[in-house]
């Protein structure tokens, strides 16, 4: 398969490249070479672009063009390139041989953004808070990849959960999978309809075919639409008219390294390559691809999650020993010996012909009873290596996309564009669930123009083979031996049965210390129960043993119930959810003149389907949902541009929630003539519709059911006509009912919203040598969406000893939400070139929740700082770039547990060497290079050092021209 994939895109490239030679076409040809003004050298990619117009080139590795038209001398030329002065070059003579030269840019601050108002404007004029990465700062990103550097920019956390999939936020009230910010590829959302969040990068772009990344930091629904809340990250990929070649990278790395769960260093591979090829002024193509495996990072705490300070809690100390990354363990099946304790000491009556009520009978309970204190007893568990197929932890990730473009006019572009995803990783919700294959597929088709634009786009995404983790373990332990059978056979009667037994002897010994006595009975009836020692021994070879993991008979029964559905009794997940949107905008201020008016509008459709694993679709009956909305957005200037006043104003309608309307508008003013210091004040609204799993979830948890917030999904279990209570706290295990203020009804699940108010100044220091960028915010939450964990009773008035369900489902709280927090960023240019950059952000809650069962889950450290220094060429063809990263400790709440999370210092650094005769770039570096292992969410993976060398080598098609002719 991989040679026929070889020979495939060999061929295809040969074809297009023999195919440009004819597809050229034009009276004029205009050539010539750009370098760096100071050094001499060639620039590659610098940017060529007919005046008042969407047509021209990009220079090759030798910094030459070659530019064939119809347009007739004079001509003149946009020259633009990533960290150099923009000019003009006016061309008189088709026959005459440019020679340009781009001076460094040497000041700051002159980044031009789309983000903050959906047209361009540069970054001193943006109305919101607005970070960038360009092209040199993507190259520049000391971690193995750009987005896993998304951390660097200013107020930005990142929630780990592997090596491929990291989810970003902003300003608080994170969580396992991130609802409340928007990401967006190239004008198509990448998320998943039915996941309703973005997997990290592994359904983005090509590290080599990514041209800038935009976050739009904090609330921007009202250009964005539903979502984003917290924020929007845009990412751009590069146009193939302008970056033109082949392109491939090749990445090798190292993993954990001195790691307590893997045996040995693991490598870490990945390839990208790009292919783009204009065959004239009005059609061009691309193609991308990118493979990456590796051994992934391990989720391994060990700790009793009810004893999470005290490290001498293990299985061999503790009889209810429940590891948070140990699975089939859970608490949830589990005996009291305390609660057992009369049962048992009556059973022991009965069989010596003691009668209850008499001196014999009250000697024996006094005997007896010391040795069933309160304590838990749990089911042996397996760690999550041993859950992963031959311990691999294997995590892959394939991407593949191409894109057609054709200008039908000058200035209008028609763009065909496929994505095909597919990536195998482990993330934690409300289990740890292994996604194996799992895979989108994405297209669009688009008009674009420079004052509208019209797209189509969908996505349909497949779960594969992917599985609940955790849940998996539970049904195998039940598999190999069930918990009860009838009360009176299975696990737990043989383990207090053996518990008993050996109790009662060790009793008897004079002298005999009963915590000694007790742990010896323990360690005694779970030989026998598991009927198999801690080496792996069989105790009773004629019994069902605890399977051993890495043997067949382990794997055989893994496999037996990953292969069947949850809602059949296993463990496997199916979601085949799609999606289809239309949407467009106007710019209509080349119209208006004396304002910048934009008027946009969109309609999306999904189709929920998991033939009833996760969700209440039934199978071959998957949900239909509809949703749509529309903004406009006025943009005026005062004062001889030194005032800007924007008004936004959005409407959006989703077919379960009612109607809302989203305000934004903000004032920026230059204090100063030559607009070097500007301060900026906004007022917005933004909000989210509850995610696809908050509506429509039904998935058993364990030790509850978990339910989607919807009416429909609360009648399906009868809520209505049954009494609903609020649990104490979030542990369902140790947390009570809460019966004393009568029965809680659930108000209307409804639509998250938040108002934000920010300040901010930016400002040119020193020569413009020195940017600052600061703000300062505040949320108020209406309609805060949280968890709530319920007990139901089928009767009026419960008391402690009425039998009750548990569900944990979503609702819409009226407790007042707010937060504020502040960040500052500091960029210095020294004089030879090198780029220091430091930020520093707080975020706080100010008021939570104060309900029974009840968690805001803001999950975010109150400060994290980034120190970064670097040169893209220090010296000739050398650069290099360092980053330290810090957060401070912090508490997180979540559906899978809760604790704290300690403070985090990690460094990434790299160094790069181009070799230009080879046309090669040699990038050596290393993200946690102290490799102090660290996680970012309970429960969550551990993450290392990762080390490792990446080469590119560039323009490829250069170097088959020459071979060919």
């Given at each position: 398969?991989?040679?026929?994939?070889?020979?495939?895109?060999?061929?295809?490239?040969?074809?297009?490249?023999?195919?440009?030679?004819?597809?050229?076409?034009?009276?004029?040809?205009?050539?010539?070479?750009?370098?760096?003004?100071?050094?001499?050298?060639?620039?590659?990619?610098?940017?060529?672009?007919?005046?008042?117009?969407?047509?021209?080139?990009?220079?090759?590795?030798?910094?030459?063009?070659?530019?064939?038209?119809?347009?007739?001398?004079?001509?003149?030329?946009?020259?633009?390139?990533?960290?150099?002065?923009?000019?003009?070059?006016?061309?008189?003579?088709?026959?005459?041989?440019?020679?340009?030269?781009?001076?460094?840019?040497?000041?700051?601050?002159?980044?031009?953004?789309?983000?903050?108002?959906?047209?361009?404007?540069?970054?001193?004029?943006?109305?919101?808070?607005?970070?960038?990465?360009?092209?040199?700062?993507?190259?520049?990103?000391?971690?193995?990849?750009?987005?896993?550097?998304?951390?660097?920019?200013?107020?930005?956390?990142?929630?780990?959960?592997?090596?491929?999939?990291?989810?970003?936020?902003?300003?608080?009230?994170?969580?396992?999978?991130?609802?409340?910010?928007?990401q967006v590829v190239d004008g198509v959302e990448n998320i998943g309809p039915g996941l309703s969040f973005?997997?990290?990068?592994?359904?983005?772009?090509?590290?080599?075919?990514?041209?800038?990344?935009?976050?739009?930091?904090?609330?921007?629904?009202?250009?964005?639409?539903?979502?984003?809340?917290?924020?929007?990250?845009?990412?751009?990929?590069?146009?193939?008219?302008?970056?033109?070649?082949?392109?491939?990278?090749?990445?090798?790395?190292?993993?954990?390294?001195?790691?307590?769960?893997?045996?040995?260093?693991?490598?870490?591979?990945?390839?990208?390559?790009?292919?783009?090829?204009?065959?004239?002024?009005?059609?061009?193509?691309?193609?991308?691809?990118?493979?990456?495996?590796?051994?992934?990072?391990?989720?391994?705490?060990?700790?009793?999650?009810?004893?999470?300070?005290?490290?001498?809690?293990?299985?061999?100390?503790?009889?209810?020993?429940?590891?948070?990354?140990?699975?089939?363990?859970?608490?949830?099946?589990?005996?009291?010996?305390?609660?057992?304790?009369?049962?048992?000491?009556?059973?022991?009556?009965?069989?010596?012909?003691?009668?209850?009520?008499?001196?014999?009978?009250?000697?024996?309970?006094?005997?007896?009873?010391?040795?069933?204190?309160?304590?838990?007893?749990?089911?042996?568990?397996?760690?999550?290596?041993?859950?992963?197929?031959?311990?691999?932890?294997?995590?892959?990730?394939?991407?593949?996309?191409?894109?057609?473009?054709?200008?039908?006019?000058?200035?209008?572009?028609?763009?065909?564009?496929?994505?095909?995803?597919?990536?195998?990783?482990?993330?934690?919700?409300?289990?740890?669930?292994?996604?194996?294959?799992?895979?989108?597929?994405?297209?669009?088709?688009?008009?674009?123009?420079?004052?509208?634009?019209?797209?189509?786009?969908?996505?349909?995404?497949?779960?594969?083979?992917?599985?609940?983790?955790?849940?998996?373990?539970?049904?195998?332990?039940?598999?190999?031996?069930?918990?009860?059978?009838?009360?009176?056979?299975?696990?737990?009667?043989?383990?207090?049965?053996?518990?008993?037994?050996?109790?009662?002897?060790?009793?008897?010994?004079?002298?005999?210390?009963?915590?000694?006595?007790?742990?010896?009975?323990?360690?005694?009836?779970?030989?026998?129960?598991?009927?198999?020692?801690?080496?792996?021994?069989?105790?009773?070879?004629?019994?069902?043993?605890?399977?051993?993991?890495?043997?067949?008979?382990?794997?055989?029964?893994?496999?037996?119930?990953v292969g069947i559905t949850v809602n059949n009794g296993g463990s496997l997940i199916k979601e085949n959810?799609?999606?289809?949107?239309?949407?467009?905008?106007?710019?209509?201020?080349?119209?208006?003149?004396?304002?910048?008016?934009?008027?946009?509008?969109?309609?999306?459709?999904?189709?929920?389907?998991?033939?009833?694993?996760?969700?209440?679709?039934?199978?071959?009956?998957?949900?239909?949902?509809?949703?749509?909305?529309?903004?406009?957005?006025?943009?005026?200037?005062?004062?001889?541009?030194?005032?800007?006043?924007?008004?936004?104003?959005?409407?959006?309608?989703?077919?379960?929630?009612?109607?809302?309307?989203?305000?934004?508008?903000?004032?920026?003013?230059?204090?100063?003539?030559?607009?070097?210091?500007?301060?900026?004040?906004?007022?917005?609204?933004?909000?989210?519709?509850?995610?696809?799993?908050?509506?429509?979830?039904?998935?058993?948890?364990?030790?509850?059911?978990?339910?989607?917030?919807?009416?429909?999904?609360?009648?399906?279990?009868?809520?209505?006509?049954?009494?609903?209570?609020?649990?104490?706290?979030?542990?369902?295990?140790?947390?009570?009912?809460?019966?004393?203020?009568?029965?809680?009804?659930?108000?209307?699940?409804?639509?998250?919203?938040?108002?934000?108010?920010?300040?901010?100044?930016?400002?040119?220091?020193?020569?413009?040598?020195?940017?600052?960028?600061?703000?300062?915010?505040?949320?108020?939450?209406?309609?805060?969406?949280?968890?709530?964990?319920?007990?139901?009773?089928?009767?009026?008035?419960?008391?402690?000893?009425?039998?009750?369900?548990?569900?944990?489902?979503?609702?819409?709280?009226?407790?007042?939400?707010?937060?504020?927090?502040?960040?500052?960023?500091?960029?210095?240019?020294?004089?030879?070139?090198?780029?220091?950059?430091?930020?520093?952000?707080?975020?706080?809650?100010?008021?939570?929740?104060?309900?029974?069962?009840?968690?805001?889950?803001?999950?975010?450290?109150?400060?994290?700082?980034?120190?970064?220094?670097?040169?893209?060429?220090?010296?000739?063809?050398?650069?290099?770039?360092?980053?330290?990263?810090?957060?401070?400790?912090?508490?997180?709440?979540?559906?899978?547990?809760?604790?704290?999370?300690?403070?985090?210092?990690?460094?990434?650094?790299?160094?790069?060497?181009?070799?230009?005769?080879?046309?090669?770039?040699?990038?050596?570096?290393?993200?946690?290079?102290?490799?102090?292992?660290?996680?970012?969410?309970?429960?969550?993976?551990?993450?290392?050092?990762?080390?490792?060398?990446?080469?590119?080598?560039?323009?490829?098609?250069?170097?088959?021209?020459?071979?060919?002719?």
């Open positions: 398969m991989k040679k026929i994939l070889s020979f495939v895109i060999f061929m295809t490239i040969l074809f297009l490249d023999y195919g440009y030679t004819y597809a050229q076409s034009g009276k004029y040809t205009y050539k010539g070479k750009v370098i760096d003004a100071k050094t001499g050298e060639p620039l590659i990619g610098v940017n060529l672009t007919v005046k008042d117009n969407v047509h021209g080139t990009v220079t090759g590795y030798d910094g030459s063009f070659s530019y064939t038209c119809d347009f007739a001398p004079p001509l003149t030329f946009h020259v633009s390139y990533v960290g150099y002065e923009k000019i003009d070059v006016v061309v008189n003579n088709p026959d005459e041989f440019m020679k340009i030269k781009l001076k460094e840019l040497t000041i700051l601050g002159q980044e031009v953004v789309v983000s903050a108002s959906r047209i361009e404007q540069n970054i001193m004029a943006a109305p919101v808070s607005i970070e960038k990465m360009n092209l040199r700062q993507i190259q520049q990103v000391s971690a193995a990849n750009f987005y896993d550097g998304l951390y660097e920019l200013k107020g930005v956390d990142m929630n780990v959960h592997g090596l491929t999939f990291r989810t970003p936020n902003t300003r608080g009230f994170n969580s396992y999978t991130n609802y409340r910010m928007n973005a997997a990290g990068n592994i359904f983005g772009l090509s590290q080599v075919d990514v041209e800038s990344v935009e976050m739009v930091v904090g609330a921007s629904t009202a250009l964005y639409g539903p979502g984003g809340m917290n924020g929007t990250l845009l990412m751009k990929s590069k146009d193939p008219f302008r970056y033109q070649g082949l392109t491939i990278s090749a990445q090798g790395g190292m993993m954990h390294i001195g790691s307590d769960v893997v045996d040995a260093p693991k490598p870490m591979g990945n390839i990208d390559f790009r292919y783009a090829r204009a065959f004239s002024n009005r059609m061009a193509i691309k193609l991308t691809g990118s493979y990456l495996q590796a051994t992934d990072w391990f989720a391994a705490d060990t700790r009793d999650r009810g004893y999470l300070g005290d490290p001498t809690k293990t299985r061999l100390t503790d009889p209810g020993y429940d590891g948070v990354n140990v699975y089939g363990d859970e608490s949830l099946a589990s005996v009291n010996l305390a609660t057992v304790a009369p049962s048992i000491i009556d059973g022991i009556a009965e069989s010596q012909g003691i009668a209850p009520g008499t001196p014999e009978y009250e000697a024996l309970y006094n005997k007896v009873i010391p040795y069933f204190p309160d304590q838990l007893v749990t089911r042996t568990g397996w760690l999550e290596k041993e859950l992963t197929p031959d311990y691999k932890n294997r995590t892959k990730n394939l991407r593949v996309g191409a894109s057609f473009h054709y200008f039908v006019t000058e200035k209008t572009e028609l763009v065909a564009q496929g994505n095909y995803s597919q990536g195998t990783s482990v993330y934690t919700a409300v289990n740890r669930f292994a996604l194996n294959d799992f895979s989108i597929f994405s297209g669009k088709v688009e008009i674009n123009n420079p004052n509208y634009f019209f797209r189509v786009w969908g996505n349909a995404e497949s779960s594969g083979p992917s599985y609940d983790l955790g849940g998996t373990a539970l049904l195998m332990n039940e598999a190999w031996k069930p918990s009860y059978v009838n009360n009176t056979e299975g696990w737990f009667p043989d383990y207090l049965a053996a518990y008993t037994t050996a109790a009662l002897m060790g009793s008897i010994n004079p002298g005999a210390d009963p915590e000694e006595v007790m742990m010896n009975a323990h360690n005694y009836a779970r030989l026998l129960a598991d009927n198999r020692d801690p080496k792996g021994n069989i105790f009773n070879p004629l019994l069902p043993a605890l399977p051993v993991p890495g043997s067949s008979e382990f794997g055989n029964l893994r496999d037996s119930i959810s799609r999606m289809i949107q239309a949407e467009g905008m106007y710019n209509f201020s080349h119209l208006i003149h004396f304002m910048d008016l934009q008027i946009g509008a969109n309609y999306r459709k999904y189709s929920i389907r998991s033939d009833g694993t996760i969700y209440i679709d039934e199978p071959g009956n998957p949900i239909p949902v509809y949703q749509f909305g529309g903004f406009v957005q006025v943009i005026k200037s005062f004062a001889n541009d030194h005032l800007s006043a924007t008004g936004t104003f959005r409407y959006d309608k989703n077919q379960y929630f009612k109607s809302q309307y989203t305000p934004r508008f903000s004032l920026i003013y230059f204090i100063d003539k030559d607009k070097r210091h500007s301060f900026r004040g906004t007022f917005q609204t933004a909000y989210r519709f509850p995610s696809t799993p908050d509506q429509f979830l039904d998935m058993y948890g364990g030790i509850f059911r978990i339910l989607g917030g919807l009416k429909i999904v609360h009648d399906k279990y009868n809520f209505d006509n049954t009494y609903l209570y609020p649990m104490s706290g979030r542990n369902p295990v140790t947390d009570k009912p809460v019966l004393d203020d009568g029965p809680l009804k659930l108000p209307e699940f409804g639509v998250e919203k938040v108002m934000s108010t920010e300040f901010g100044y930016k400002g040119l220091l020193l020569g413009r040598k020195l940017f600052l960028d600061t703000y300062v915010f505040y949320n108020k939450y209406k309609g805060f969406e949280a968890t709530q964990l319920l007990a139901q009773y089928q009767v009026e008035n419960p008391t402690e000893d009425d039998p009750y369900e548990l569900y944990q489902t979503y609702i819409t709280t009226d407790q007042p939400v707010t937060s504020m927090g502040w960040a500052l960023g500091l960029d210095y240019l020294f004089p030879n070139g090198i780029l220091f950059r430091g930020n520093v952000a707080y975020n706080k809650l100010i008021e939570g929740i104060d309900e029974p069962g009840v968690e805001a889950q803001f999950n975010t450290p109150d400060y994290r700082a980034n120190l970064t220094i670097g040169h893209h060429r220090i010296i000739k063809n050398l650069g290099f770039n360092v980053n330290i990263h810090w957060q401070n400790s912090f508490y997180w709440e979540g559906v899978f547990g809760a604790g704290e999370i300690p403070a985090t210092t990690t460094i990434d650094a790299h160094i790069a060497y181009k070799i230009p005769a080879m046309k090669t770039v040699i990038k050596v570096g290393g993200s946690n290079l102290t490799n102090k292992y660290y996680t970012t969410s309970f429960g969550s993976a551990q993450v290392g050092g990762l080390y490792y060398i990446t080469l590119v080598y560039d323009d490829v098609l250069g170097y088959i021209d020459r071979k060919r002719n």
